[in-house]
């Protein structure tokens, strides 16, 4: 539910008469067309029962299990366990079409060999808590957003947990990394639980996550036209920016302007690009 419709939802609850309710409605499809572009409203949040295990005292391949990791060949290129099968697959079919019209296949093979002769290596926990959200982790995506995933041997005491319960877990630290956690929730959920605010950086999340997953973010979330609106006005704000920069090096080298006002009006330019 977006941030305007509850908020209307809330208003609607309080009245029973339907004269009333129809101003507010009225009212609604007004701030509605006001806030078209504005993202905190129009961005689709949820509670996503957010579940936390702590595995610092847990003893991997006793307690649990780690169930991703990836494949790498020569050139560094990495591979999941179903790419690597699929890739391998696929090589086979090409392989026999080749051969059946007599034709080199030295190079495939040597991919093909590569592929089955590489190591596998488990994802790396970089921290002791691990979470899910609502009882389940979408293994595939958790992946694809660079989530390792670890599966529970044993029930665990003092908790609810069971064997067979699946968490995921960060790979990474010294950075900011919460734009994988909104992603993952708008591509599983359609909707974000507490991250709504790391929208505001666009280009810092796409630098996480990479600019096609965050193009589905945005769908999923129903926000792609207010990124698009922020991203041209920020664009645009720093082209008058760079004009005015440039406006100012002129005045002060043909000494229209000292050295520090020159620095000052830099600073001033630079704040009101910034608004």
Request: hydrophobic letters at 35%; charged letters at 35%; proline letters at 1%.
């Amino acid at each position: 539910m977006r941030e305007l419709d509850r908020i209307f939802a809330d208003v609607l609850a309080l009245t029973k008469k339907e004269v009333v309710q129809k101003a507010i409605l009225d009212i609604q499809a007004i701030v509605e067309e006001e806030n078209r572009f504005n993202l905190q409203a129009q961005i689709k949040l949820g509670q996503l029962d957010e579940e936390e295990l702590e595995v610092g005292e847990l003893e991997c391949w006793e307690d649990y299990e780690i169930i991703t990791g990836s494949y790498t060949v020569e050139d560094g290129e990495e591979f999941t366990s179903d790419e690597r099968d699929e890739r391998m697959e696929e090589l086979r079919k090409q392989i026999d079409k080749l051969e059946e019209k007599e034709k080199d296949t030295a190079e495939l093979e040597a991919e093909l060999e590569q592929l089955e002769d590489a190591e596998f290596e488990y994802d790396e926990i970089y921290w002791n808590t691990v979470f899910r959200y609502r009882g389940k982790v979408n293994v595939e995506l958790a992946q694809r957003l660079d989530f390792g995933v670890l599966e529970l041997m044993r029930p665990i005491p003092g908790t609810d947990y069971d064997e067979g319960d699946q968490f995921m877990f960060l790979q990474g630290c010294g950075m900011d990394l919460s734009p994988k956690y909104a992603a993952y929730q708008a591509l599983e959920f359609g909707c974000v639980d507490g991250f709504a605010h790391k929208f505001r950086e666009p280009g810092y999340f796409k630098s996480v996550v990479g600019e096609e997953i965050f193009g589905e973010v945005c769908e999923a979330l129903g926000i792609t036209e207010c990124i698009e609106t922020a991203e041209e006005d920020a664009k645009r704000r720093m082209e008058e920016f760079d004009d005015q920069i440039k406006a100012i090096g002129e005045a002060r080298d043909s000494g229209k302007m000292d050295q520090t006002l020159a620095g000052v009006a830099a600073m001033m330019a630079f704040a009101k690009s910034q608004e």
